[in-house]
């Protein structure tokens, strides 16, 4: 499985933002899918997740109501709409893929077994 995150760049708070993440590979291995975030200074932290076959996501509080995670099946990509951008939300976003079925754990970054490269969104306040 590859996975290629990209949509990143600056913006000022309360704008909106896409970013992308363009998977390959197995379904099998992908069938739940997660963003996760890294600010300056910070350990990594779960954005939210989605489960391929369904489409159902899964946010972690700090970004619900405001992010939006979906998939496009036909090509492979996931997405994530950032509404109403703070400038806490300043960090390198990565995309990972995991094979497991449920999203009991999708918040546990040690349950992905494939990871994107990284886009950095930066938020001007």
């Known amino acids: 499985v590859q996975l290629q995150a990209s949509g990143g760049g600056l913006v000022r708070a309360g704008d909106s933002l896409v970013l992308s993440c363009a998977a390959s590979?197995?379904?099998?291995?992908?069938?739940?899918m997660g963003w996760f975030r890294q600010a300056p200074g910070k350990e990594r932290e779960f954005v939210g997740a989605?489960?391929?076959?369904?489409?159902?996501?899964y946010y972690v509080e700090s970004v619900k109501g405001r992010f939006t995670i979906s998939r496009d099946n036909a090509k492979s990509t996931m997405y994530l709409q950032m509404n109403s951008l703070k400038p806490e939300d300043t960090a390198v976003y990565y995309c990972?893929?995991?094979?497991?079925?449920?999203?009991?754990?999708?918040?546990?970054?040690?349950?992905?077994?494939?990871w994107g490269q990284g886009t950095l969104v930066t938020v001007s306040s």
């Open positions: 990972a893929a995991t094979g497991l079925r449920g999203l009991e754990y999708a918040d546990k970054s040690s349950v992905y077994d494939y």
């Open positions: 590979g197995p379904t099998f291995r992908r069938s739940v």
């Open positions: 989605i489960r391929w076959s369904d489409n159902r996501p």
